[in-house]
């Protein structure tokens, strides 16, 4: 017995669905805002949000102690994220496909005597971390959605 045959119009449209619904599970630096609640979720974190003028701030704070800040433009995009924790927050997780930048950074420095402070300064991402066991902290942003008139040095 077969069952009753769908037209391949309906098909690929659900197809489209669940791919596009896939790329929402990640969240990232240049992502959407919706996909922040993704890094909540991942974190295990409680989350509140407030409205600057130019911009949205999303707070996360991890289960495992710190805060997490994660910056919207008008736009919706994140153009920042900020993380005070007393452990190594997952860079890999919230720079999303901008961490292969910071990670080639990061292992170009091998060889040289390694500091605590790690910057990446590039025209598509800026990362300035540091720390020690008890306390890091840094921000990522990217400078192209930056809204205009905000500093960077005003986030928390």
């Not at 910056?71 to 927050?89: D, E, K, L, T, Y």
Request: charged share 15%; net charge neutral.
């Amino acid at each position: 017995m077969t069952g009753p045959k769908i037209p391949q119009a309906v098909l690929f449209a659900a197809l489209i669905a669940v791919c596009s619904g896939a790329t929402a599970a990640f969240a990232e630096l240049g992502g959407g805002a919706e996909t922040i609640d993704v890094d909540r979720a991942h974190f295990s974190a409680k989350m509140s949000s407030s409205i600057a003028p130019d911009h949205m701030t999303y707070t996360l704070l991890p289960n495992y102690g710190g805060t997490v800040h994660e910056f919207a433009n008008a736009n919706g995009m994140v153009f920042a994220i900020s993380w005070h924790s007393p452990g190594r927050p997952d860079l890999r997780q919230l720079l999303g496909t901008h961490f292969g930048a910071f990670n080639s950074d990061l292992a170009a420095r091998t060889g040289r005597r390694m500091s605590r402070q790690v910057i990446t300064r590039r025209s598509d991402i800026v990362v300035q971390t540091a720390g020690h066991p008890g306390a890091f902290f840094g921000i990522a942003y990217l400078p192209s959605l930056l809204p205009q008139g905000t500093s960077i040095n005003d986030l928390p």
